[in-house]
């Protein structure tokens, strides 16, 4: 027999601890401070700790307080979630999905008419997002992440590798320092994606450039920013050449050197481990890797 104590009063424990209110607390979970007061009391007696400082206005956590909460607000959270998996609904037509920035406002968005024209009754939620997911701790449904395709407990489906090409504005390329090859590049600022300055050192290499001291360079905080900077005559970028297709072929961004480099990395569409697809999910999923 578990050992555990009164879960209403775990209940008042929490909600107090999180609002840093009986009264809060009590308004939550539709019961009277005083109530709320109470619970909580029955659980300090129960433990033979005091979790909460009281003072005539204000209450705070103590030393052990705080470090319950932090284990109570997981057990929660957990038995939340896997509340949420047991009654997830399988007809759903709702897909919350989180996709990187880059990758959402340069391929998915000018595809989301192709998407919604086929399936008008699945609704999607889209999240812009850089970091990785614990789909055990969030409501999101689906996730495209960038990288090598190495994460566990989840479920990782290939869809197309990263290649990266050079870009800049017509107006660079035409301008009074030609590229006409890569050695060229050493009279124009290179753009540089601050956690990623390895890929022009690799391309360079690649492009038979053993060394080259360009003008000067410019770091952005992602590849979005970096094309940005480029396609505003700032500079020449490295940009995946799929996600700056529609730039390139309506000649905002030009390609002056067709010299692709292999990142070793690609986008995979992810989600929970052994999680049954809903309805909206297996369409998402579907037309996402037919379009890729």
């Known amino acids: 027999m578990r050992h555990l104590p009164p879960l209403n009063a775990l209940r008042a424990f929490e909600s107090a601890a999180r609002n840093l209110s009986f009264a809060a607390a009590g308004k939550e979970l539709f019961v009277t401070a005083s109530a709320v007061s109470h619970q909580i009391k029955t659980l300090e007696e129960n433990l033979g700790l005091s979790l909460f400082d009281r003072s005539k206005r204000t209450v705070a956590l103590t030393p052990a307080g705080e470090q319950y909460l932090t284990s109570v607000r997981h057990a929660f959270d957990e038995i939340e979630m896997a509340t949420q998996r047991l009654t997830e609904n399988q007809e759903s037509n709702v897909v919350k999905i989180s996709v990187a920035p880059n990758f959402l406002t340069r391929w998915l968005m000018p595809r989301m008419a192709r998407f919604q024209a086929l399936y008008p009754d699945i609704e999607l939620e889209i999240n812009a997002s850089m970091g990785l997911l614990d789909f055990d701790r969030t409501s999101t449904d689906m996730a495209v992440y ?124 992810v989600y929970r481990k052994q999680r049954p697809l809903t309805v909206g999910m297996k369409a998402f999923k579907e037309w996402l890797m037919s379009e890729m």
């Not at 479920?155 to 090409?165: G, P």
């Not at 500079?235 to 067709?258: H, M, N, W, Y």
């Open 146 to 269: 960038f990288g090598s395709g190495e994460w566990d407990d989840i479920e990782v489906h290939f869809l197309r590798r990263v290649m990266l090409v050079p870009v800049c504005s017509p107006q660079l390329l035409d301008g009074e320092l030609p590229l006409e090859k890569p050695e060229d590049l050493a009279k124009h600022t290179l753009i540089y994606v601050s956690k990623r300055k390895w890929e022009w050192e690799n391309w360079l290499q690649q492009s038979g450039v053993d060394f080259i001291s360009a003008r000067g360079s410019l770091q952005m905080s992602s590849g979005q920013l970096a094309t940005a900077a480029a396609q505003e005559g700032l500079g020449v970028a490295l940009a995946d050449s799929t996600l700056t297709s529609r730039e390139i072929k309506s000649g905002q961004l030009v390609v002056p050197f067709d010299i692709q480099l292999d990142t070793n990395r690609a986008f995979y569409l």
